[in-house]
Structures are given as structure tokens and as C-alpha cells.
């Protein structure tokens, strides 16, 4: 697989206005050296090579796209198809990155991984990885999110990882990062930070995307040839945006619509609507938009998602909806749950509850665009490690 | 900025009570105080103060509270005074509002810990219009040419960071101190080299003057002491720590 080198951040990192640099000058120095061990990997056939085997012999690749058939009828629009980026070895999207990041932390010379996690899906991926090239990992975890994200807790314990819970703020994915960085602060010579999402300061929202940029280019081809046509709109769920950013890239120039969906919580004034709601600001090391208030305070923000309950976002999305290129909607707790319940009962698929809302949004996409019409969904991750939660919300 | 040599700079969180702890630093022999404004998530920082930001969030401190908390100190003591912040607060805030309201309440430098010298053109230029001496950070990573390009960007005193990790008292900083200090006084030319982040003894500020800084920075040993005991025991706290300083 090359790299496309299409769409590349200027000298500072930056999309449009979004991205750059905003941390501690401690980690200057590590953010250079990745971003040159970066360039020489993307560079390296043998790289490419010890990822394409790892894509396909570890992790399962290429994944399939499917029509959701019975879905798609119930919803009386355009044809839903899924891209199944849940039946990846650990059960997500973010095994992907973890591979290729992990491939770099080894030319960098680095045994020890940092990284966070608030579903722990990247958490999981971060401890497979470790496992399977002998790092040592420790993982950020928010106290509030491994309540409810427990048996991925479990998982990598048994992967040997160290979870450290944090207990600062709400407990959730922001305040796993802010110790995540903060760890790597301390320990930069040694440590790799294997950030989980396409966010944090250049080059990792770069270097982020491009790892999961495969997910749109298999998709992209496969729906070419499965249909003969491209889809008429692309959508996937965003919390930091790197599915989101994996599956659109290959459809920047296409003419079809993009839709990334943020968790609209409560419907009210308790969401994760970093790019609907938010404002300009500086965040984990880059600037994007970020709900805080006007004094650039981070506010609270409620999700049934941990992987969608941050208040920020990856730079690039911010410069796909200040270009008009993208559209970022909202969908609460209640339809994303409705949407996950339906594609249980409809296609026996159980998906995760981030994934669960860019279905809820692609059942409306689909009635908009209309019969004969094509929408493709990024099925980031299967639900698990959600059933638990789920079961115990609804009484089941 | 005029900064009296050997410079010892006590940091405080912007609070009701830090006019109070200034007038004490300085009684204790402060010649500079540094005054965190409350940032909800603060890279840099450790947990004392992390702990002292979300106090002052959670009484209510706002940015505007934060600068006029500074002009008060500014009619209580007459040494020069340092914001330390974030770049989300002054982007917010607005980076010609803020350095203009900064100065009027007697700011005569500014930190802003999570922007580096090539983020900092808008800033510097803001700083410089108000007065402002923007204050660059290097650490023991930093190489050659990232020390010198802070270096040159530095106005009033170049801050080097004494101990990889964030802010925080520790037992021992880094082990490269000493020729940190001697490859920044070098690439500072005539401009003052200030060490902070970990400090917290008279011993540590002896060795540090020693190896050829102009000064030291202390922060959560300075906090951990007033939280103790007020006014009082931080004005002991840093009678205690300019014993370090060569008579």
C-alpha cells in the first residue's frame, strides 16, 4: 500500500487554520523524530510490506463491505452498506493504527508505549500490539469509562498492558489524554505515545489518518466493484475523528456527500459536539474546534459513547467543515441506541455504540438521497464490550 | 523587564488569597512573582498545581478575575510580575486584549507554556506592542537549534526547564543540568537564564546558581507551603529557599 500524499498539512502541520503544535517544548524534540522516523517509513517499501502482512495475516484485512439488505428495506431509501471495520482482529478500527504506529515505535528504538483510551477499543488495540512485538504498555483509562467499558478493561490486563485509571475531571477520555501526555512528558526519551485518534500535534493527526486511510481506499474499490459506482454519501461517527478521517480521505475528491456524525448526548445542553457546537481553540496539542467557554475552559460533555464523549477533535475535520467539504450532524443517546437495536434485530450484527450513531444518521441519509441511491457507513467497531452497559440501562 | 540577579521567582495561582502570598514572597525575599492563570487542562503542569487551578476554577476565577487579581498584586509589591498561562486562555481571551490588559495591571512578562517559538509569531507581536517580554521555554531535550531559536525569541529571561516531565517538587532534577545551563547561557547571549520545574530547596538553587544560572523559578513547593500554613510559612518557605542565594 502507498501513501496517497494527497491532501498533506503545511511545514507547521497545520490544515487550513487547524493542527500545529501546541505542547510543552520537552516534547518538541520527540514530535521532530517522529515525524522524521514518519517520512522514512512512509517512505520504505519494507515498511509498507511488514504492514500489508500484518494487515492481512494478523488483523484480518482486507475487511468486507456488506449491503445491509433488510436495513436497507426498512428504511425505504437509498441502499445502506457497511464497511466492517468490526470483524478486525480486537473488534475496531483502531488495530490499524496500533500496527503501523507500533512498526515506527521500533524504528524509533522505543519499548515503552503510552497511549489513552475511553471505549478502550484503542486501548485493546495498544496492548495487542505490545503483545505481539514485546513493548510495555500503559494505558490511560478514565475511572468513569472503565465503569463502563469494563470487560475491555479485563482484555488488556490479559494482554499485559498497565491500565492507570484516572480520576481527574469527569473521568472520561479527555482526562486519559491530559495523563496520557503528561506521562510521555516524563518519560519522552524512552516512551512512545501512540495517540488513539487522528488529534494531538502534528505530525500525529497526520501520521493518524494516514493509517486508517486503507479503510476508505479498500471501501472505495470494493464498492466499485460491487456496484459499478461510488456511493452518493459516505458517513462515519466522530469523537477525535480517526475512522471517520480513515473512511473519507479516498472520497475528498469524489462527488459524494460526507457526513461525520457527533454524539448529540441528551439532545440538549449535555453532548460531545465538538465541531457543531464548539469554538476555536487549542486542545492536546493542536488547534480544532473544542467545547469550552469563552474563557477557553474545556466543558463538560456527555455521550452514551465513550469513544465519542470528547470535547475536541482531529484538526482535519475542523478544515472539512470550515472548507463546506464535510458535514458534521448530531445523534442522541436515544437513536443511537434505536439504530444499534435495529441493526441487531435486522442484519444480526451487534455494533458499537460510536458506530451506532453514524447508523442513525445513515438510516436519514438514506431516506434524503432516496431509492436507487447508495450510502456507505463506517462500521467502526462490533459492541461487545457495550452489551453490558446496554443490558444493564434497559433492563434486559 | 528588570530583573534583579540572582532572580528568585515564586509562582502563585491566581486567587483571592495570592495579593496576600505575594506581599509574603516578597517579604521572604522574592525578587519576581509569576501568577498562574487557571487553565481546566494544563499539559505542563503536575498535580499541585493542577489541584490550585481547579480550586481557583471552582471558586469562579475567570480570566478577567485572573488580571485584575494582578493588578492588586501590582499595588502591593514592587517587583516585576509574570503571567503563566495557556495557549487556549490568551487565544480566547485575545492575544492583543490580553497582553493590553495584562500590562495595564503591571504584567511585564508572559509564559505561555503549550506555545513554542514557531507558534508564537501573533503572540510576541502582541506581547512586544504592550510592553510584554514573551518568555520561551527550553528543556533538557531541546536541540541546538530549537535552544537557540528560543533562545532568540526570549525576551526578559529565558526559562529553562530543569527536569523532564512536568511541574512539581522532585528529590533530584536532570542529570544534564549543568551543561544545560552552561549550552543556554551561551546561545542566551546577554539575556538571563532562569531554571524552574522541580525545585524546591536552597541547596538545589545554590547548585543551579553555581552551574551558571541567573535564577530560579519555584512553583508547587511554593503552593505546597502556603497550602500548609498561609502567608506565613510560604514567607518562611522562601526566606528559607534565598538562603541559597550567594549573599
Known sequence: MSVTGTHRPDALGRFGQFGGRFVPETVMAALDELEAAMSDAFADPAFHAQRDALGRDFVGRPTPIYHAERLSEVVGGAQIWLKREDLNHTGAHKINNAVGQALIALRLGKRRIVAETGAGQHGVATATVCARFGLDAVVYMGAEDIRRQRPNVVRMGMLGAEVVPVTAGAGTLKDAMNEAIRDWIATVETTHYMIGSAAGPHPYPYLVRELQSLIGTEARAQMLGACRRLPDAVVACVGGGSNAIGLFHAFRDDPCRIVGVEAAGDGADLHAQSLAKGRVSILHGSRSYVLANEDGQVVETHSISAGLDYPGVGPEHAHLLATGRAEYLGESDADALAGFHRLCRLEGIIPALESSHALARAERVAREVGPGGIVLVGLSGRGDKDVDAIAAREGI | ?247
Open chain 2, 1 to 247: 523587564m528588570e530583573l534583579k540577579r540572582p532572580a528568585l521567582v515564586v509562582y502563585l495561582m491566581a486567587s483571592s488569597d495570592a495579593p496576600d502570598l505575594a506581599a509574603a514572597a516578597v517579604r521572604g525575599g522574592a525578587t519576581a512573582i509569576e501568577l498562574g492563570i487557571p487553565y481546566s487542562d494544563p499539559l505542563a503542569d503536575g498535580p499541585t498545581i493542577q489541584r490550585a487551578a481547579q480550586r481557583a476554577l471552582d471558586a469562579g476565577m475567570t480570566t478577567a478575575g485572573a488580571i485584575a487579581i494582578l493588578a492588586e498584586i501590582n499595588r502591593r509589591v514592587d517587583v516585576p510580575l509574570v503571567p503563566m498561562t495557556y495557549g487556549a486562555i490568551v487565544e480566547s481571551f485575545g492575544l492583543e486584549r490580553f497582553c493590553a490588559e495584562a500590562a495595564a495591571a503591571g504584567a511585564e512578562g508572559l509564559i505561555v507554556a503549550d506555545v513554542p517559538p514557531e507558534e508564537s509569531g501573533a503572540l510576541r507581536a502582541a506581547a512586544s506592542a504592550n510592553g510584554i517580554d514573551l518568555i520561551h521555554l527550553v528543556a533538557p531535550t531541546s536541540r541546538e537549534d530549537r535552544l537557540q531559536a528560543a533562545a532568540d525569541a526570549s525576551r526578559g529571561f529565558v526559562y529553562l526547564v530543569a527536569a523532564m516531565g512536568t511541574t512539581g517538587a522532585r528529590e533530584s532534577l536532570d542529570v544534564r543540568l549543568d551543561a544545560l545551563i552552561g549550552r543556554v547561557r551561551t546561545a542566551a547571549g546577554g539575556t538571563p537564564v532562569l531554571a524552574g520545574f522541580g525545585i524546591s530547596r536552597p541547596e538545589q538553587v545554590a547548585a543551579i546558581l553555581a552551574a551558571g544560572a541567573d535564577g530560579v523559578i519555584v512553583g508547587s513547593a511554593a503552593i505546597d507551603a502556603a497550602d500548609r500554613g498561609g502567608a506565613e510559612a510560604l514567607e518562611v518557605f522562601v526566606r528559607n529557599l534565598a538562603s541559597g542565594l550567594p549573599a
